[in-house]
């Protein structure tokens, strides 16, 4: 097992470093010098351009800017915002705790159904319910999710004028963000209201976020359901007479819901890319939203640590799911 | 199996007992999945549109009818037969704008996918064959650009190289290229093993001729279904693209910028924004329906019922 952690861990570096190798050479690449861009419209003098490429570093050799990057970032230093000055790692922070809250609801909303669904398609294999079920998710699948976003907003806002179209929470309330979640904030807070508030803005965003995740795993779940399902050992389950919901449900499902768990594990990477998307259309303060915003002020620093950031999160979540895979599963270790 | 032996077994007695052709074997297959061919036929439909859109489309594209702005379909009050999908805000034809549209879409997939097909392939046979320490450089490089959201890093790359339809198309193509790297290594690493391989190395084929013309035919399977897969996300990627601004740029009728112009509008014409997202998904559930009858026909392996 430890050798097994240690090879994985031998990957993981390496693709840190290249990781951040990329995100530091994009800001190099880019078309204009970063410090004119800051100036913006008003402009500069020749000194202060000189101080400001001294205070940034980039009059220094190019390893040496990317030895500085490279520590800087292993010190959580990623440079700050060129529009509000502040660290790029303080405001990734501050903003983190919203995706996650939407990410976390999607994963839930894709777990409780597409589970449930992949299993009985899966038990009901070619019947009515399964070709209904697939072909739900496939169309899931195939969903353009910022169309999918505006549809749900033409009806449950225009039309039936359910839910707000954007934000967080509405304008009347407002407390301290002790945890940064609003759902729980808003409960500490005691205002009337406020929860009730929380939930209606969330509710939209975390179905559009969880679509593609739901039929991933729906399919996954049917496809490893099916499998399970021809294997020995339940044959043996049915013919010692346990009922089909203890076959189905126990035997079969606890053996099908190792690639399933790999599956939602795995998903992290489509939920931030989704977070882009959604959070662009809500507009969720949260960091798809910066990221977007970011690239079109051109506020470099902030591009660089978020994309970083957001590749750093995806792997360590991978790296995870592999350990505890090869911690379920010893036939892997020995890969 | 059983199926699949009784189907070969009246096929041998209709062509008078010689082997099916691959073509006919796979066609068998292919058939049998009532949603695949449904979804070739959209997709046959929709590549005669892209291709005749100027002869089609009532319309052109970007031709204003300033006096019918944000006219209704035609089912609904308001709306007439001269613009059966309506107008956008600027007056032009909903429906040519569309038909429009499934040219740029088809051109996106078909680009991307040659593109991030023939590099990965490359790449991907390279690594197989070449020694170790050049093979883990390579899939390293790769592990690099996967840890990377795919839309993502697709539009960090547009942002650099400056918003178009051509740009990101590079873009969607070099994050869409990792897949088929690791899908032609892992297929050339259990081939190069083979004793076909063997043999055609005792009989003096040289490294190019046995990368290219021994084992490469023989991985193709798993890559055609590849890239039926990335072309559904190709159109997708582009779509989301042009709806962030950052993909086609207006006034193209590009469907995902489309839809971004549409944005404003979602409250009061519901039009705008629904038919463009229409086409999308029609187009991409076309895609990926002929994709599932693909991997069940070309790798059994993979088959999933």
Known sequence: MLKFFLSRLGTFIPTFFGVTLISFAFIRVLPGDPIIVMAGERGMSQERYEALRAQYGFDQPIWKQFWDYFTGILQGDLGNSFVTNRPVWDEFFSLFPATLELSICAIIIATCLGLPAGVIAAVYRGKFLDRFFMSTALIGYSMPIFWWALLLIIVFSGNLGWTPVSGRIGLLYFFEDTTGFMLIDSLLSGQSGAFRSAVSHLILPSIVLATIPLAVIARQTRSAMLEVLSEDYIRTARAKGLSPERVNGVHALRNAMIPVITVIGLSVGTLLAGAILTETIFSWPGIGKWMVDSIFRRDYPVVQGGLLMIAVIVMIVNLLVDLTYGLINPKIRSR | ????????????????????????????????????????????????????????????????????????????????????????????????????????????????????????????????????????????????????????????????????LLNAMIAIALVLQPHYVRLTRASVLSERGKDYVTASRVAGAGQLRQMFITVLPNCLAPIIVQAALSFSTAILDAAALGFLGMGAQPPTPEWGTMLADAREFVLRAWWVVTFPGIAILVTVLAINLMGDGLRDALDPKLKRS
């Open chain 2, 1 to 164: 199996m059983a199926d699949t032996s009784a189907q070969t077994g009246r096929n041998v007695l209709r062509d008078g007992g010689t082997r099916p052709t691959r073509f006919r074997t796979f066609w068998n297959s292919f058939s049998e999945n009532r949603g695949a061919v449904i979804g070739l036929w959209v997709f046959l439909a929709f590549l005669f549109v892209a291709v005749f859109a100027p002869l089609i489309a009532p319309y052109d594209p970007s031709a204003q009818f300033r006096d019918y702005a944000l006219q209704p379909p035609v089912w609904q009050d308001g709306g007439a037969w001269a613009f059966p999908l309506g107008t956008d805000a600027l007056g032009r034809d909903m429906l040519s704008r569309l038909i429009h549209g499934a040219r740029f879409s088809f051109f996106v997939g078909i680009v991307v996918v040659v593109v991030a097909a023939s590099g990965g392939i490359i790449i991907g046979l390279i690594a197989g064959f070449a020694p170790k320490w050049l093979d883990t450089l390579i899939m390293r490089l790769m592990d690099i650009i996967l840890a990377f959201p795919s839309l993502l890093l697709a539009l960090v790359l547009v942002a650099v190289l400056g918003p178009s």
